[in-house]
């Protein structure tokens, strides 16, 4: 396993990965959902890179950027039985240098959900991902389906920018209780934690409802919002239902659908969704 | 030679290019600086790529989009002898399709001069490339030192975004008389054409000047606006000295600068650029 801190490092050692490369783009403190992933590109690339870096540009100036979890030899211990060929470590100086100047944005797909609370963020993320993928040349590249509306805006930017890369979605991962794994679960202290599984009680009983035939957007919401309002701990910033490309909020439910939301559980910021249709 | 006019077709004559690919982005209507910068490329690597692609995004509501020359067939039959592997000549729909929202923006950079005048210019030009850039994926890249501002763009954006590109650009060719080669010389009529020499004339004298020593910046702005304020057909849109990697605008000249200028003659809006140190 290569571990590359610089970018002269990591261009000499992407010259040796021969065949099909797989990314797999991480801020680290990685959990099985991470795991899974790099899983699924070792089996479906000749190489696998993965990347570690806390994006300093996707955190706003009130969030977690400096509580970010952060440990590199738990995360290179736990991919050491994966056969990860290459690990890019970069430091925020190699990423920003002094004089840095250049932003990719993704426009209407980025407005509303995380977007609509997190003035910035995507900005931020289309960025680093953009510069991930000309570093790395990747052929594939792979996000969880946790954050939906991250990979959509990818997919939209790889699609726009003309990237010749086949981005992978992978399920979400999820604790047995239903939590869906993120490296944000390591803040949930003490009740937190059990409070923490209303996000997956709420989009299931929207996703019953759907099943038995509800197809009113706003009922699915309403319910969604009824299930959180039991949990005395939940504040939910955005609950949603929405159309899986555009994320346009829907009237009626049809089509491939996306049920989405983001609570706040004490001061720990989550979010959910599952996939309709 | 391969015309390729969809990204599918891009793709498929592009994986038939092996060895080292030097692409010459264009927007047509080429003249001999377009032809030098293919057979530079052509000297330094395996195969080239030409895009010809009079780009949209790069135009303001009020400028020469509608009437820019366009003559592929003029354009084939003078690059027929210099041995270029592949045409790219897409169509706006295949560049934006619909739903097309995402950008690359290079910021300081993009602020004084050209970017004074022409806002939302450099989002164009920068997104175009960036998209070039990722569709042809070349070793290297040529521009022409014409368009000094822009050079000075792409440069700032690759460095940024980690393109593995490596960006070469070539000295302006002029015509007989010293007025610097560009399609837009296609609109001078009648007597505008002679009157256009004064851009060559003006970048002369304060190159004259600094070669005897003048270091005021000021001064050699004065010279220049001068030389114009001859000209009754010239009007100036702005006049710069200015730090060569920044583009800011100078008190004493140290080091490596750049002269240019913007000037309507008639209605025709030329530039030009003279390097000093």
């Known amino acids: 396993m290569m571990i590359a801190s610089s970018i002269d490092e990591l261009q000499v050692a992407r010259r040796l990965l021969d065949g099909t490369v797989g990314l797999v783009p991480t801020?680290?403190?990685?959990?099985?959902?991470?795991?899974?992933?790099?899983r699924l590109a070792k089996s479906e690339c000749d190489r696998v890179a993965i990347s570690i870096f806390v994006n300093p540009t996707q955190f706003g100036a009130n969030e977690d950027l400096s509580k970010y979890p952060r440990d590199l030899e738990r995360d290179l211990k736990l991919i050491d039985p994966l056969g990860v060929d290459l690990v890019w470590n970069p430091t925020p100086e190699v990423m920003y240098p002094p004089g840095y100047q250049t932003w990719v944005e993704v426009e209407s797909l980025t407005r509303p959900l995380e977007g609509s609370m997190r003035p910035g963020h995507f900005k931020g993320v289309t960025t680093v991902v953009a510069k991930l993928f000309n570093a790395v040349q990747p052929h594939r590249a792979y996000f969880g389906q946790k954050d939906a509306q991250q990979a959509a805006v990818i997919r939209?930017?790889?699609?726009?920018?003309?990237?010749?890369?086949?981005?992978?979605?992978?399920?979400?991962?999820?604790?047995?209780?239903?939590?869906?794994?993120?490296?944000?679960?390591?803040?949930?202290e003490g009740a937190d934690r059990q409070s923490a599984t209303v996000l997956f009680r709420a989009l299931s009983a929207a996703k019953s409802a759907y099943e038995n035939g509800e197809r009113d957007a706003e009922k699915l919401r309403a319910l969604m919002k009824e299930v959180l309002a039991s949990e005395p701990?939940?504040?939910?910033?955005?609950?949603?239902?929405?159309?899986?490309?555009?994320?346009?909020?829907?009237?009626?439910?049809?089509?491939?659908?996306?049920?989405?939301?983001?609570?706040?559980?004490?001061k720990t910021r989550l979010i959910d969704n599952f996939v309709l249709g």
């Open 27 to 38: 801020m680290g403190y990685l959990h099985e959902g991470h795991l899974s992933l790099i």
């Open 156 to 188: 939209q930017m790889v699609r726009d920018l003309n990237f010749p890369i086949e981005l992978v979605v992978c399920p979400t991962l999820r604790e047995a209780d239903g939590l869906a794994m993120s490296s944000r679960n390591k803040y949930l």
């Open 233 to 266: 701990k939940a504040n939910p910033q955005y609950v949603s239902c929405a159309d899986y490309d555009t994320l346009e909020e829907l009237d009626t439910v049809k089509g491939k659908s996306l049920l989405s939301m983001a609570v706040l559980i004490g």
